[in-house]
């Protein structure tokens, strides 16, 4: 088809056009190779670039299809009233785009996006002078299409046919992608819009002090008096796996109505955290978090909650990091590895050999040199997942994920809910996941396993306990005075401690998943039943076992009952459904006082609670 407007082709606008398309097709490609390169630091989702490369890429076939075709002696450029509205379009996309990505500060997607104006003008333009031409033509008597005399009907036929499946092929595809691409361009922009970055981003060294990236570190009743007098302890919140901050916001807010300072940490790339180095290594993410709490800076001393995976974090941040800051734990529904503990619990014949490979290659390496091998509990369950992630980052800049993550009934606090949803809809929120999952969800629990002493590991070999973790260090909490309201770890266990840490910790964890009622589960098929059962009996006995030996100042609650902040059966959602009523709950474990909170009517935080001992539950009661 070149051949019959080769000339227009090398003119100075072909020529250009030709140019672009070079350059958007050695970016598309380069993105797509780039994308999964490992060993660098990363500042954000390139498959931004790729996805506004490839629409660049369409556009300037279509822009030189249209130039080469509109004053062909055939007049094979048929539809020139669709390829102007069409160009037109494209142009205001492309506006758009840039426009969005602009005001978010991504300016790589906005030069890329603002090139597309070059191809879609030249896409209306040159459509619009063919359909100037075609009707002097039809003045003149001349049919908008001849057959060449001086080629085959067979070539003929091909570029008509050309003509008809290219453009609508193009167009559906092109309009499809850049509709979407405007989409999440232009709903980042509003969030930024509508909601500002509540915390501070603080600077962070890695990879050996190479490469520099920035966490954001959130705080709530942190004022300068309390960081001047470096005494108050503060409360340092490490949200679930695939949970920003705010997931946490209405605990941290609770703490601070009761008087103690709370901060929440973004680990790299959730929430308003850069997504930092990749591949990611656990060991230098808690050292990152220490860093980023030094230079915040908050120099008090410091209770750690761990919600979730959050809580597996925080064990390591003790082993790993500055332990000696911190005065007291708490883990929230906190598992060393729930992936392998399922596992276990349904009694698969490869499970014991897996975490036998599992503790070996642990123990193969030193986590101070990072060279613990990466080794698969099941790969091929961590394989699909690890791709499940990465197929979302991929597809995040064109908004297919937008519609996800909507149903967060009861959280609190309710008008931060917007600001909430809009940090699992931006482009770095499944990157953060695939980066941190690190293609095996077990490289956290098996570094963590590399510090698990003879001590700790002989309690529970002596209970028959698959998973492994290390008590905390000795010392840690020793300049604290452990509050009487403290259950103390007792009964029959080994004559030699897990450790000698006296630090006080508190475990909480829902109800719910312990109760092995199926029906009250809502499950009726009987071999789901049956899983259920293991697992709520699992999941109970995972908790006695971390009472047992992570410290001798252990205290395990079990949340029950409803209280008025959410007036339902607590659920594994009681973090962010009655922060207020929590955060009154693990202040009066930590420090022995019963605080009330003042601005929402809640229930004695005694309620709804229940204490395990050796000598089975008690029931708290004021």
Partial sequence: ????????????????????????????????????????????????????????????????????????????????????????????????????????????????????????????????????????????????????????????????????????????????????????????????????????????????????????????????????????PVFVLLTEFGMPSTAMMGLAQGFAKNGHPACIVDRPGYGWSEPGYWDQNPSDVVKSINQALTKYPINNPIVLVGWGEGGVWSQLYMQEADYTRVIGVVLLDTYPNLEILQTYALNRTTTLQNLRQLRSASLSGTTRSNTIPEVHFDESLEIAASRLFSNWRAVSPIALHRARNNEWDGFVPQDSLGMHRSLFRNNMYYQAKYFEYGGTGAKLYQILLSHVTSATNSILVYHHWPLRWPAFRDGSGSAFTSPKSLSRRAG?????????????????????????????????????????QAFAWFFYRQQIEYQQTLSQNAAFLMCTSAVAEDNKVCDTDFVWTRPNWLAAAIVKQIFGTNLVIKTVETDSVDKAFESFDDAGPIELKD
Wanted: charged letters at 15%.
């Fill in 492 to 532: 029959d266990a080994p004559v030699l401690p897990a450790g000698n840490s006296k630090i006080p910790v508190v475990l909480i964890a829902s109800g719910k998943q312990f109760d092995s009622n199926c029906r009250a589960q809502g499950i009726g098929d009987s071999e789901e039943c049956t899983k259920w």
């Fill in 1 to 232: 088809m070149w051949y019959f407007r080769k000339h227009t082709i090398l003119s100075i606008p072909g020529l250009a056009l030709v140019l672009l398309t070079i350059t958007y097709g050695i970016a598309f490609f380069t993105y797509i190779g780039f994308s999964a390169r490992r060993g660098r630091l990363i500042k954000g989702n390139e498959f931004t670039d790729m996805w506004i490369a490839f629409i660049g890429l369409l556009l300037c076939a279509q822009a030189l299809f249209v130039l080469s075709a509109y004053r062909a002696t055939s007049r094979y450029l048929y539809w020139t009233v669709a390829w102007m509205i069409y160009g037109a379009l494209m142009c205001l996309f492309s506006l758009l785009v840039t426009g969005g990505y602009g005001s978010v500060g991504d300016s790589s997607a906005a030069v890329w996006a603002i090139f597309w104006f070059v191809p879609s003008a030249s896409i209306f333009f040159y459509a619009a002078k063919a359909r100037r031409g075609y009707a002097v033509d039809r003045m003149m008597g001349i049919p908008e299409y001849r057959p060449r005399l001086a080629e085959s009907r067979g070539i003929t036929l091909f570029y008509v046919a050309m003509d008809s499946v290219f453009p609508w092929v193009t167009w559906v595809t092109c309009l499809f992608f850049a509709f979407l691409v405007v989409i999440q361009a232009l709903c980042l922009a509003n969030d930024h819009r509508v909601y500002d970055r509540p915390g501070a981003l603080v600077p962070i060294q890695t990879n050996g002090g190479e490469d520099w990236y920035k966490l954001h570190v959130w705080c709530f009743g942190y004022d300068a008096d309390v960081q001047a007098k470096g005494k108050a």
